[in-house]
Nanobody
């Protein structure tokens, strides 16, 4: 599976963005997927994850109620809908494919990563 993330950009606080992550190759529909982010000078942190069929999701407490993860296996695409964005959400966002069918908040369980897309939220 090869992944490509896009949809980032500059948005004002309170605004919305939708990130997409397209997957090429087989096995996308068998893998749990996730979004992580990395702000300047900080470690990569978990944002959201989803299992292979979209039936189970989990999001970090810091984005709960604002971000929603989803997937369309027919289109080999993962999404992250981000609402009520805050300056603290500014980071490079990465999508990842888990080695398992279920999602995970642990980056070590992901075997494939997209190149990242930058989200900048201005105050």
């Amino acid at each position: 599976v090869q992944l490509q993330a896009f949809g980032g950009g500059l948005v004002q606080a309170g605004g919305s963005l939708r990130l997409s992550c397209t997957a090429s190759g087989r096995m996308f529909s068998n893998n749990g997927m996730g979004w992580f982010r990395q702000a300047p000078g900080k470690e990569r942190e978990f944002v959201a994850t989803i299992n292979w069929n979209g039936g189970s999701t989990d999001v970090a407490d810091s984005v709960k109620g604002r971000f929603t993860i989803s997937r369309d296996n027919a289109k080999n695409t993962l999404y992250l809908q981000m609402n009520s964005l805050k300056p603290g959400d500014t980071a490079v966002y990465y999508c990842g494919a888990s080695r398992y069918a279920y999602g995970s908040s642990q980056a070590g369980r992901y075997t494939r990563w997209g190149q990242g897309t930058l989200v900048t939220v201005s105050s």
